[in-house]
């Protein structure tokens, strides 16, 4: 049971985090905006801190570090034979451009 709740706890930290991450990210579209109507000159600040951008970028990763926390059911896939086909015709090389001159 507390196993299942910490899952929980997770997922939904989470996904409040990556809500927050999104919003964050659209805070930024107005300075975007801006900044590609003025060609890059007179841009006003950004209205927050450059240390919300570093915690919100840390959200980031927060899936690719999870999997190997979660411990999902191995299965096995049965082996295949390998099949050979026979060739109907040898192949035809026309032109080897890495083969020497002929005559040189």
Same mark, same amino acid.
Request: proline content about 11%; some cysteine.
């Given at each position: ?15 409040? *985090?990556? =809500?927050?991450?999104?919003? %964050? !990210? ?6 975007? #905006?801006?900044? &590609? ?12 801190? *450059?240390? =919300?951008?570093?915690?919100? %970028? !840390? ?6 570090? #999870?999997?190997? &926390? ?35």
């Amino acid at each position: 049971m507390n196993r299942t709740v910490r899952h929980l706890f997770v997922a939904a930290a989470l996904v409040f *985090a990556q =809500q927050a991450a999104q919003m %964050h !990210a659209l805070s930024h579209l107005k300075h975007d #905006l801006i900044k &590609a109507e003025r060609g890059g000159k007179c841009i006003p600040p950004v209205s927050h801190p *450059a240390e =919300q951008c570093i915690a919100y %970028h !840390a959200v980031d990763s927060a899936l690719p570090s #999870l999997v190997a &926390a979660i411990d999902l059911p191995r299965v096995t896939l049965p082996a295949l034979a390998a099949v050979r086909l026979p060739l109907l015709f040898p192949p035809r090389i026309e032109f080897d451009s890495r083969a020497p001159p002929v005559l040189s």
